[in-house]
């Protein structure tokens, strides 16, 4: 299966901790996502990579959190001093830079539950 | 603010209803929406619209985008009980790559 890959699958921690997340998006695409989605709601944009450079990035996003794509090719996303507000799906997604907007395929997500 | 609201936020029926789900927008320089459906994992891709009028049809799966009235409609025929799931809604603004989510509408067929 040559899919957005996610790990860890589930994350479980207490209050405080810091947690990283990786993501590996399909091989040939060159654009990379991250959302986080809670119970109940469509997924919320974080940030977005065009091979390693940032391009884009959510004004909701606090500064606990930080992604990086060292080298175009898998992400992690980190969330520092976590806080119950964080649980949630948090979801990776990646396209193709071709001509014309391209769909975004997503992971299967890695959920997050903070004690 | 870009915004998306899709309705019914549920809807229960027997398989082989047609069903209809519908999603309105607000969003600065409109460039696509599109369509995914999610069970309990990854949103899945259906379908992208971009130019009004023009339906995109998957088996029993279509979709139509209207950008006069700025809505979209995605309809089910012959409904089954794999077609349970939450369907979600989304815009993409000129100049952006992210979308912009509704919350979705939580579709349950049942047998």
């Known amino acids: 299966d040559t899919g957005v890959s996610q790990d860890p699958r589930h994350k479980i921690t207490k209050r405080g901790q810091n947690v990283t997340f990786r993501c590996d998006p399909i091989?040939?695409?060159?654009?990379l996502y991250w959302y986080r989605q809670t119970l109940g709601q469509g997924p919320e944009f974080l940030t977005y990579?065009?091979?390693?450079?940032?391009?884009?990035k959510s004004r909701l996003l606090s500064d606990r959190f930080s992604a990086e794509r060292p080298k175009g090719s898998f992400s992690t996303l980190e969330i520092q001093r976590t806080e119950q507000g964080d649980s949630a799906m948090y979801l990776c997604?990646?396209?193709?830079?071709?001509?014309?907007?391209?769909?975004?395929?997503f992971g299967d997500g890695t959920r997050l539950s903070i004690l | 603010e870009d915004k998306v609201v899709q309705s019914p936020l549920s809807l229960v029926v027997h398989e082989g209803d047609t069903v209809t789900l519908n999603c309105s927008y607000e969003?600065?320089?409109?460039?696509?929406l599109l369509w995914y459906k999610q069970e309990k994992k990854a949103p899945t891709f259906l379908f992208m619209l971009?130019?009004?009028?023009i339906e995109k049809k998957s088996g029993r799966l279509s979709s139509i985008l209207d950008k006069k009235e700025l809505f979209s409609i995605l309809n089910i025929t012959a409904t089954q009980t794999g077609d349970s799931a939450v369907y979600l809604c989304?815009?993409?603004?000129?100049?952006?790559?992210?979308?912009?989510f509704g919350k979705g509408t939580k579709l349950t067929v049942n047998p």
């Open positions: 971009t130019s009004s009028g």
């Open positions: 990579f065009q091979n390693e450079a940032q391009l884009e």
């Open positions: 997604a990646s396209s193709s830079l071709g001509g014309g907007y391209q769909p975004q395929h």
């Open positions: 091989s040939e695409h060159n654009r």
């Open positions: 969003v600065t320089n409109f460039r696509s």
């Open positions: 989304a815009v993409v603004q000129g100049g952006s790559e992210k979308l912009v």
